[in-house]
């Protein structure tokens, strides 16, 4: 697959995956992953470190499977997650999509993001980079990993997996 070709995939892939949280299609959204994936958001350990291992360090956001994604998806939905209650709105935009690696089965993306919500009465937004996996499954491109860089990670009531 050429850069271009990549390019294009992966851009149409992280619009539709922003659209799909905005608009909480949880079920589309969860489609877009592979039942390996690896969803993860480190923890800063200063101000230029993040966390470099999931298993040993702290994270923001970690699922290591599509199953523990969908977990969390079902409390949004059910009602059971108390921060979830009122459902923030939301807007991601996401821009600067670039190809690192373009393979005919495997793309690595980076792309920097912005997500601003409205919750409670009050608008605040987070913003920082995502570096994506895709992985060829078919006809269609899925997410095999997903870390997101928050750079404002100053959190001052909520962080979830539709916030970013």
């Not at 659209?19 to 350990?45: G, H, I, K, N, S």
């Not at 009602?79 to 009122?86: C, E, F, L, N």
């Not at 895709?134 to 750079?151: E, F, H, M, N, Y």
Request: hydrophobic fraction near 35%; aromatic fraction near 12%.
């Amino acid at each position: 697959m050429s850069p271009e070709q990549a390019l294009t995939t992966g851009s149409a892939l992280l619009y539709r995956q922003g659209r799909l949280l905005d608009e909480r299609r949880w079920q589309e959204w969860l489609d877009l992953f592979t039942e390996d994936c690896e969803y993860w958001v480190p923890a800063w350990l200063s101000e230029q470190r993040q966390t470099e291992d999931p298993d040993t360090q702290v994270s923001l956001i970690y699922y290591d499977l599509r199953s523990r994604l969908a977990d969390r998806v079902w409390r949004v939905q059910s009602g059971t997650s108390v921060a979830s209650d009122p459902m923030p709105r939301t807007c991601h935009a996401i821009t600067n999509i670039q190809v690192d690696e373009a393979g005919d089965d495997a793309i690595r993306l980076f792309a920097a993001f912005r997500v601003d919500y409205h919750w409670r009465a009050q608008s605040q937004a987070y913003f920082g980079h995502y570096q994506h996996t895709l992985r060829r499954d078919g006809a269609d491109w899925r997410i095999t990993r997903q870390k997101i860089s928050v750079l404002n990670d100053y959190i001052p009531t909520l962080l979830d997996f539709y916030l970013v």
